[in-house]
């Protein structure tokens, strides 16, 4: 349980950079494109989000919306994407 909460934990801190690498790429898509995220990190846990939408240079619509947790009870992540 220990290692699980130890990796629970690595990942709660890889996800920001991970979503934060994510809204970057939003931003050079080469099309019209929104992107928002939020992180919190505290004492019993950490969570990020990450929703973004847009246009690819080849002009293929896209959408995600992320949300990743982890605390002391576990990690979860709940991804919502799709793309024309």
């Known amino acids: 349980m220990r290692k699980l909460l130890k990796a629970a934990a690595l990942g709660a801190l890889l996800a920001p950079a991970v979503l934060g690498g994510t809204a970057t790429a939003v931003a050079d898509a080469g099309g019209p494109a929104y992107a928002d995220g939020s992180r919190y990190a505290g004492p019993d846990g950490a969570w990020a989000k990450a929703t973004g939408s847009g246009f690819t240079p080849g002009g ?11 605390g002391p009870h576990g990690a979860a992540t709940v991804t919502t994407a799709a793309h024309s």
């Open 60 to 70: 293929d619509a896209y959408y995600f919306d992320v949300f990743r947790v982890a």
